[in-house]
């Protein structure tokens, strides 16, 4: 199909959160996570899946300096790192200052009935080897989306 359409720019990329959510599944993990801690005071949460959690901003910075540039062919974009989902929800957790209680558990345990793979980790080797950059770590990209989210509930109340 891509060659096909001659020029072309392909995107891969994986684990997205964002300050607009994905109105499909209402929300993102952040915002479910937060939101389940706050209401039960702990939560259950897979140790057998391991990805780079990438953050909107981010994926949307990269992607305008990939077109600016005119690049061709597959990127993955992604933010730097890997961490299981259960890690994802310690660093959630830690960041944004709350006790709650992450219990380690297995995808087969939680009783999900969609297959993923057990490693999605996507190098962005071609990024850095082009001249695009390295992608900041998940953390420091996870911090910077709990700010924002602050700051846009102090201005709506």
Same mark, same amino acid.
């Given at each position: 199909?891509? @060659?096909?359409? =001659?020029? *072309?720019? $392909?995107?891969?990329?994986?684990? +997205?959160?964002?300050?607009? /959510?994905? @109105?499909?599944? =209402?929300? *993102?993990? $952040?915002?479910?996570?937060?939101? +389940?801690?706050?209401?039960? /005071? ?7 899946? $391991? ?107």
């Amino acid at each position: 199909m891509r @060659s096909l359409a =001659g020029r *072309n720019l $392909v995107i891969r990329t994986s684990g +997205l959160f964002g300050l607009a /959510g994905a @109105s499909g599944k =209402g929300g *993102n993990f $952040v915002e479910t996570m937060l939101r +389940l801690g706050r209401e039960r /005071g702990n939560v259950s949460v897979v140790t057998d899946q $391991v990805f780079s959690p990438t953050f909107t901003h981010d994926l949307a910075e990269k992607i305008q300096q990939l077109v600016e540039a005119e690049a061709q062919g597959v990127f993955h974009v992604t933010n730097a790192g890997s961490c299981s989902w259960h890690e994802f929800a310690q660093g959630i957790f830690e960041l944004a200052q709350r006790r709650v209680d992450v219990q380690p558990a297995t995808a087969a345990a939680m009783g999900s009935t969609v297959l993923r793979p057990a490693y999605s980790v996507l190098d962005n080797r071609r990024l850095r080897e082009e001249g695009f950059g390295a992608m900041r770590p998940w953390r420091d990209a996870l911090e910077e989306y709990l700010s924002r989210r602050r700051d846009r509930m102090d201005v709506a109340a």
